[in-house]
């Protein structure tokens, strides 16, 4: 089972497909938590990546397309995973095309996680992370017990660059303009849903998109 989850940044792509990836027995694969941590130990893939990421651009095709290539043929994918963050690109798509007919693999799977803007931004722009054991919260939604201090050890909470409201704002132009016209590009398989409900509605409803006709 190879599922593509598409939508907005903020849309709840990596919330839903941490629960689904449970419930179906699958990886997720997520590029952004992949070039975090290649950031966070300063790799070239990570370096090269990490301006482009910070200024709300898109990182090169080139990087992305190596690291999903890699990140594919692990043994934890025989089965199948969830893609997040990837494609977001016509190439992308196209590349990703070319690398599953390579291995006789197909999609099954698309999703669109339709979300206001608005509604995006108030996601994003509350999310805190602890320095020191990574732990992530929500100024709203999931607040620390104490103000800017992580529940589990103690270190401050910082908001990462991407996660602020200007930088939001191009990332979402960033968006409507690059990865939008994916809609049409899987039009034949996509299936769009609102992703403004509660996360247990939303995980109940991509379950059963996904296993329809599974």
Do not use: W
Request: aromatic share 4%.
């Amino acid at each position: 089972m190879i599922v593509i989850l598409l939508g907005p940044p903020g849309s709840g792509k990596g919330t839903q497909a941490d629960k689904i990836k449970k419930i179906l027995n699958i990886p997720h694969i997520s590029t952004g938590d992949i070039l975090r941590e290649s950031i966070k130990k300063g790799s070239p893939i990570g370096e090269k990546a990490k301006q482009h990421m910070q200024s709300g651009g898109l990182v090169p095709d080139d990087i992305i397309i190596e690291i999903i290539k890699q990140r594919i043929t692990g043994a934890d994918c025989k089965n199948g995973f969830i893609l997040d963050g990837f494609p977001r690109t016509i190439n992308q798509a196209s590349a990703l095309d070319v690398l599953l007919k390579g291995k006789s693999l197909k999609i099954d799977k698309v999703i669109n996680m339709d979300v206001d803007d608005k509604i995006v931004i108030e996601r994003i722009s509350g999310r805190r992370t602890c320095r020191g054991c990574g732990t992530n919260y929500h100024i709203k939604y999931n607040p620390p017990a104490k103000e800017n201090v992580c529940d589990k050890c103690g270190k401050e909470l910082y908001q990462r660059d991407d996660d602020k409201i200007e930088t939001i704002k191009q990332r979402l132009v960033v968006y409507r303009k690059e990865t939008h016209v994916l809609l049409d590009y899987y039009k034949e398989i996509v299936i769009s849903i609102k992703a403004d409900k509660g996360i247990d509605k939303i995980t109940d409803s991509l379950v059963s998109l996904i296993k329809t006709n599974d």
